[in-house]
């Protein structure tokens, strides 16, 4: 692969680029290349990216790049710099402005300066109600026609993790007819057949447990894991019983290893530490007299959980327990914002940059208020969650980017935890501890990424919540994760949730656990 940067057989790619990719990254994309269809599982923050960008210029077919809506512009500025391209950002009509330029209009534009056409689309956009979004379905007709087929890279390939595909509709004479989903992940598996090349990205290909893998190896080499099913019971130790198939577990996880690994690029964050910025962690536990009462919003939010829960449908009901576990969750976030507020004004006081992931959008609004009052004048604050529109939350990741001072992001850990570059940070609060591993490790590589500062990412626990059982639920998803990608920031993780060496500070949270 060096002898053909420097043949430069890519022409599309800026000649500065392959000198300054790191040497996992250039085994990685030598990798994905020779084999077409392939993984890249790197920690956050290690240059996935930039190999996704060499890969895509590696083949002369036209791509599409299916990534989080809020850093389509993102992607884009990064193709621009790093090759000639000029991509192309799919946009709902909601957000077209003055002089927008439509697909048509462009990929003629590609087809007569005899330039690859490139697609950013959002993964919210890919999928409607009718199936696959029509620009999408337009350019893959288009590439149809085309000798060069379609390369495709699915970025955060997680968000695709769902494995069911089809609805089964029962027919009058007592057989079935099935019914393909309209599902983002339904959706994507049925583009990954019509594209010649894929590659999927991901920091964490198993964000939840061990059956998030199956529709990722599915979308990048249709086929190849056979069918769902038959793949769960071998590797998640599925089975069924008198409510259905449980496929929560895991199983022959050394094969499944072996199996990932003559497919994925693994880098571990130990392989790339030496190259990212000094990282630290610390929880610290809030007492119960430190801590707010949940307000009017976030009690009824809990009353509301509860009576889904048990209304009828029992604890059974994964989505209304999950609801509630959302809510304590949400509400154990909300008490410790007279801390958080205080943390915040003492880190700028030292001059530093500040990040704060919390659980709802009215909690952002609180701790903006709260914070404004006593933040000096010429340290600017932005707050933003899921109901900023995706172009809104560029610009001000953008502005504190590029600010040399004291500065503060308050925002939803939802609407800001993956994706986004925001490395120029010397403090991360983590107010809402994520009950997933998969969250918790993308929540943390916002500031771990090449050329980033010295970060100190503090974990806010409220003791006698919700929030000590959950780090233990946390802690209980490791094993699995570690058998197929061991990595030092697991353990590192776990330590820092566990309290350290402290092991009397461990005995009592396993104490609350149990008692739970």
């Known amino acids: 692969m060096t002898e053909i940067a420097e043949r430069h057989v890519l022409p599309e790619l ?4 392959w000198p300054w990719l790191n040497d996992y990254q250039r085994d990685g994309i030598g990798q994905a290349v020779a084999q077409g269809n392939h993984h890249i599982w790197w920690p956050c923050g290690s240059g996935k990216t930039a190999a996704a960008i060499t890969w895509i210029v590696a083949s002369p077919a036209p791509a599409l790049v299916v990534t989080r809506a809020s850093v389509r512009r993102q992607w ?25 330029t439509g697909l048509e209009a462009y990929l003629a534009q590609r087809e007569r300066l005899h330039e690859r056409p490139i697609i950013i689309a959002g993964w919210p956009s890919l999928a409607t109600d009718d199936g696959l979004n029509a620009e999408i379905a ?36 007592g057989s079935f007819r099935f019914e393909r989903l309209t599902s983002t992940a339904a959706v994507a598996g049925a583009l990954a057949p019509l594209a010649t090349r894929r590659l999927a990205l991901t920091a ?15 979308i990048v080499d249709p086929g190849c894991a056979g069918k769902y099913w038959d793949w769960a019971k071998e590797y998640c130790g599925a089975y069924e019983d008198q409510h259905g198939w449980d496929d929560r577990g895991s ?11 003559s497919r994925a690029s693994i880098v571990s964050t130990e392989q790339v530490s030496s190259k990212l910025p000094p990282l630290r962690r610390t929880v610290t536990y809030l007492s119960p007299d ?30 209304a327990a999950a609801l509630l576990l959302q809510a304590r969750l949400e509400a154990a976030a909300a008490m410790k914002g007279k801390h958080v507020a205080q943390t915040v004004l003492d880190c700028v006081a030292s001059g530093q940059k500040v990040l704060v992931f919390t659980g709802r959008r009215v909690d952002v609004t609180k701790l903006e208020t709260r914070i404004r009052k006593k933040l000096p004048h010429d340290v600017p604050l932005w707050a933003a969650d899921g109901s900023t529109p995706p172009d809104e939350r ?12 004291a500065a503060v992001i308050v925002g939803t850990g939802a609407a800001w935890g993956e994706s986004a570059n925001l490395h120029d940070t010397d403090r991360l609060l983590i107010v809402m501890l994520p009950w997933t591993w998969g969250q918790l490790r993308q929540w943390e590589g916002r500031v771990r ?13 409220a003791e006698e919540t919700i929030d000590e059982r959950i780090a233990s639920i946390v802690l209980s998803k490791l094993a699995a994760v570690e058998a197929i990608l061991p990595d030092e920031q697991v353990s590192a993780v776990r330590e820092s949730l566990q309290g350290g060496t402290d092991d009397a500070l461990l005995d009592r949270i396993l104490d609350r656990v149990l008692d739970s």
């Not at 964490?204 to 599915?218: G, K, N, V």
């Not at 990424?449 to 626990?461: D, F, K, P, S, V």
Request: hydrophobic residues 30%; glycine residues 6%.
């Open 14 to 17: 800026r000649p500065w680029v």
């Open 76 to 100: 884009a500025s990064e193709l621009r710099r790093f090759t000639t391209c000029k991509p192309y950002v799919l946009l709902p009509a909601s957000e077209r402005r003055k002089g927008w």
């Open 138 to 173: 337009d350019f893959v007709t288009w590439t149809e026609r085309q000798p060069l087929g379609l390369s495709i890279v699915w970025d955060e390939s997680h968000t695709a993790k769902n494995h069911k595909r089809w609805k089964r509709l029962p027919q009058e004479d």
């Open 204 to 218: 964490t290909p198993m964000p939840d447990r061990t059956r998030d893998l199956w529709a990722q190896l599915d």
């Open 251 to 261: 199983s022959d996880l050394d094969t499944l290893r072996e199996w990932c690994n």
């Open 290 to 319: 430190v801590l707010e009462r949940p307000d009017r919003s976030a009690k009824a939010a809990i009353r509301h959980a509860a009576k889904v829960a048990g209304g009828g449908t029992g604890t059974e009901d994964k989505s």
């Open 394 to 405: 560029e610009s001000i990741r953008e502005a504190y980017m590029g600010h040399k001072g």
């Open 449 to 461: 990424r090449l050329g980033g500062r010295n970060c100190l990412i503090e974990y806010l626990i």
